[in-house]
């Protein structure tokens, strides 16, 4: 059982930078992957983010965020964060973090949710 919980959403304006927290209830480091989504209001919800806590710790974004936005962890607090610069009114979304374990491929993996950060940038 995981619980996550997420900061560091809020109000900016277009090409301001924000810093999304995770924190989880357990060693990050037993878990398969951590990172982002976002969904806005009358979207599907997207993957902004994922790293590998283990096996590398590679990383994925898509493509809208690539070089704007940057995933890393701190295994020691048991955090993930999310640094976004360069953000576009596009960006406005709330952002949930999540985090897997098990054993992937097998059907036995599970997944976790935070309840989620709202971010809002201003044109």
């Known amino acids: 059982q995981v619980q996550l919980v997420e900061s560091g959403g809020g109000l900016v304006q277009a090409g301001g930078s924000l810093r999304l927290s995770c924190v989880a209830s357990k060693n990050i480091f037993t878990l398969n992957s951590m990172g982002w989504y976002r969904q806005a209001p009358g979207k599907q919800r997207e993957l902004v983010a994922a790293?590998?806590?283990?096996?590398?710790?590679?990383?994925d974004y898509a493509d809208s965020v690539k070089g704007r936005f940057t995933i890393s962890r701190d295994n020691p607090k048991n955090m993930v964060y999310l640094q976004m610069n360069s953000l576009w009114p596009e960006d406005s979304a709330v952002y949930y973090c999540y985090a897997t374990e098990g054993v992937p491929g097998t059907g036995f993996e599970d997944v976790y949710w935070g309840q989620g950060t709202q971010v809002t940038v201003s044109s």
């Open positions: 790293v590998r806590v283990r096996r590398g710790g590679s990383t």
